[in-house]
């Protein structure tokens, strides 16, 4: 290429360059690379690692080491100087060697840090390379290493590094704990499984195929991120097809999952359905509906399981509610992957407007079918959802267990009470807390001995073995009196004789919500919308009417108002639990009394309050048969290693 050649190349870049620096000024952004030694000015003291000389993404080179020539760049990389000067002239030259026999061949010289890399030396080179797309950039580069955190972004760059100690590969970067070990069962691959050089490279083709196919239907836009929707892309199908697809029908691939691979991240959280639209217009309102056919999926059937009976009560509600304007047929024994996916395709497919599933293990194969039949509704039980084709529904059960532990303590004759807990997943930790603090506020030296059911033991024994006379077990997903025999369900106290008293227990009335939603569904104020990518979940507390506490017929009168009370200050938003000061196991404060938690943290809450003995168990430590549910709604999920899927 001549010199007059490389000019008009210049002249291009310079005009990306100014038009980059234009929208990024236009919209309050920096228009320049951003300088490592400003973002992290402790950069020199970190500890760092000199890694082998690599071609590198360039999409990744992301800015600078040092301020130096900020100014002549935009945030892009493209050049900025006149074309008449020092430094066009030298940018021209290499563009010039570039195209030639010569090329460019010296590597650039960088830092890398959370998976970026910042240019120390070779600004130009880049700049050149970027603007002829060049997919990778020789480099030697120095890795800095972050202090060591519990911060999810630290873990999962910490999860990188063992990924890049296998393949050498700088891509996908996910920021999510959990997420290469995903990418590695999709794939077929070992934890700690080396990858041979084909694998790598079939991989990376792979890969760039599907980028390719992201970017063109993002068209620019900053819409989810690739390396996310590559793991759910790999949910639905096997790696293999990447090679075997067309880019035309990758994307079309790609756009049957679009809503759901670029869903809004966190997860809205909402409370009540109907409050979804208030106070919007009329004319933006779906068209409201005379008749809906109504599908309930459900894993087990109602005479082998309470939870599977729970629901079909609130089905059988929902017609007593309803009448005529809904339809309702129960699907049970959805017990395996493809048994699940016939049975949610068959309601679909059988007319049905709305699917509720009603297990989180179904949450996949709904998923699946909610993409192939988008004009129908589909909510899954499950606490919490990330896809906007799906909506999630649970209970916030802290609500109902800070209750029982308020009329726990007041009728405990010691300081110690056991409680029995379910599963250590989304939500329990909060329950198990506010359990313990309900207890501390009405008996102040309380001390709550934690078991699992999900471990193995006669924990009702073993804790009446101990003197504790006041138990908690698990809750009850049903109104029926049955639930409060033989202390398998709810609070209940044990007397003379070993004779158990019930006391109280938290209850889910599902049929409110089914309620709540078909009318909202009919009336036209809650719709999915073929163009929201909102990811929603209802997580439901006492004030939905969703969660309430039976109070046994035979509880003391004083503690019964005191319960009544407390249910009160609950349903206005008066009381909240964990508005106090309160103090984990360590002895560390983790509220100063001044504020409340989000629903973020209630949900993901892992520790546990200082009047609590016991512990959160491990994945490895619970029973077999209670694993499904702790790997989908286990609290620390995304450090359970996968099974195998594939292979690469």
Known sequence: MSIAEAMEEYKKALKLGQKEYR???????????????????????????????????????????????ITAFSAGFFPLLDPDSEFAAKWIRLCADHLSDTGIRDPIVCYEYLGDFYVLEGNKRVSVLKAFGAPRIPARVTRLLPPKSEEPRIRAYSEFLSFFRLTGLYEPQFTRPGDYARLLTALGKGQEEP???????????????????????????????????????????????????????????LMEIWKDATASDPINMSQIPEEEKRGLLPSLRSPAKAHLNVAFVHQRDPSSSLWTMAHENGR??????????????????ADTPAEAEALIARAAEEGNDVVFTTTPSLLLPTLKTAIRFPKVRFFNCSADVPFSSVRGYYVRSFEGKFLTGAIAGAVSPSDRIGYIASYPILGVPAAINAFALGAQMTRPGARIDLRWSCQAGNHTEELLGKGISVISNRDTPSLENRYLDFGEFGTFSVGEGGVLTPLAAP???????????????????????????????????????VLDVSLAPGLPEGVRYLAQSLRSG????????????????????????????????????????????????????????????????????????PVKEARL
């Open 570 to 641: 609950m349903l206005s938003g008066a009381l909240d639990p964990f508005r106090r000061r309160i103090l984990d196991q360590s002895g560390r404060e983790r509220n100063d009394g001044t504020h409340g938690y989000s629903v973020e943290e209630l949900l993901h809450m892992d520790w546990l309050c200082e009047n609590v003995e016991g512990r959160i168990p491990e994945y490895e430590e619970i029973l077999p048969i209670s694993r499904e549910t702790v790997r989908m709604l286990g609290i620390h999920r995304d450090r359970i290693p």
């Open 195 to 253: 990858w041979e050089e084909q694998e790598c490279r079939r991989f990376t083709a792979g890969y760039t195929h599907f980028l390719e196919a992201f970017r063109a239907l993002s068209g620019g836009r900053e819409e989810g991120k690739p390396e996310e929707a590559l793991l759910l892309w790999l949910e639905l199908h096997p790696f293999s097809q990447l090679s075997e697809l067309s880019a035309g029908e990758l994307k079309a691939s």
């Open 316 to 333: 059988a509600y929902l017609e007593e509610v309803l009448g005529d304007r809904i339809a309702s047929r129960s699907y049970c024994n």
């Open 507 to 545: 209850c889910w009335l599902w049929g409110s919500f089914y309620e709540k939603v078909l009318r909202a569904i009919l009336s036209g104020t809650l719709d999915f919308g073929q163009k929201s990518s909102a990811a929603i979940s209802y997580w439901l507390g006492m004030e939905s009417g």
């Open 23 to 69: 929208e990024r000024t236009g919209a309050g952004l920096d228009p320049y690379p951003p300088v490592l030694d400003k973002l992290l000015p402790d950069a020199d003291l970190l500890p760092r690692q000199e890694l082998q000389p690599m071609d590198i993404p360039a999409g990744r080179i992301v800015g600078m080491k040092a301020e130096g020539r």
